[in-house]
C-alpha cells in the first residue's frame, strides 16, 4: 500500500521555486538550484527520491537528519566552457522536508543510482484501530 506523505510547507514557497536561478523569468536572484524530487510513504518506510544527475555522491552529496527534518544538500560544479545557452544549473542546493511522525531516524538508509538519490526511513505504524468510548448513564 502506498500512501502520501505529508509536509508541511509553504505552497506560495513552493510554486516560486518552480521558477528558480537562471530562468529569464527568475523572481529572486539569490535562488539556489532547483532539485526536483518526490517522496512518499511505502509499506511502513517512508521514500525520498531526488533528481541530481552527474554528481558523486561521495563527494558532491551529504544526507543529514537533523530532529525531525532531513536535509540534502549538494554541489553540482560547473566546466569552464564558452556556452552560448544553459539549462543545466550548477552550485550549491538544499533541500529539507519534514519527515513523518513515527519516522526511525536512527535507521536511515541512502542509495545513488543512475542520477536518483533515495533516502529511505522507516516510520512506526501510527495505532490505527477505533477504539469505543464507554458512555456512563447518569439520571437526574
Excluded: C
Excluded at 502506498?2 to 539569490?30: G, K, M, Q
Excluded at 532547483?34 to 527520491?49: C, N, P, Q
Excluded at 541512502?110 to 522507516?122: I, K
Amino acid at each position: 500500500m502506498t500512501t502520501v506523505a505529508h509536509r508541511h510547507s509553504n505552497p506560495v514557497a513552493e510554486v516560486l521555486s518552480w521558477f528558480d536561478n537562471d530562468a529569464p523569468f527568475a523572481f529572486r536572484s539569490d535562488a539556489t538550484p532547483f532539485v526536483r524530487i518526490e517522496d512518499y510513504v511505502e509499506d511502513g518506510t517512508y521514500v525520498l527520491r531526488a533528481e541530481v544527475p552527474g554528481l558523486d555522491p561521495e563527494k558532491d552529496l551529504e544526507v543529514a537528519v537533523t530532529g525531525d527534518i532531513l536535509s540534502i544538500r549538494g554541489e553540482r560544479h560547473e566546466d569552464k566552457k564558452d556556452k552560448g545557452h544553459r539549462e543545466i544549473h550548477y552550485g550549491e542546493f538544499v533541500r529539507s522536508l519534514q519527515l513523518p511522525k513515527g519516522s526511525r531516524t536512527d535507521h536511515v538508509q541512502a542509495r545513488y543510482v543512475d542520477g536518483v538519490l533515495e533516502v529511505r526511513v522507516p516510520v512506526e505504524a501510527e495505532s490505527a484501530g477505533t477504539r469505543s468510548v464507554p458512555i456512563a448513564r447518569t439520571e437526574k
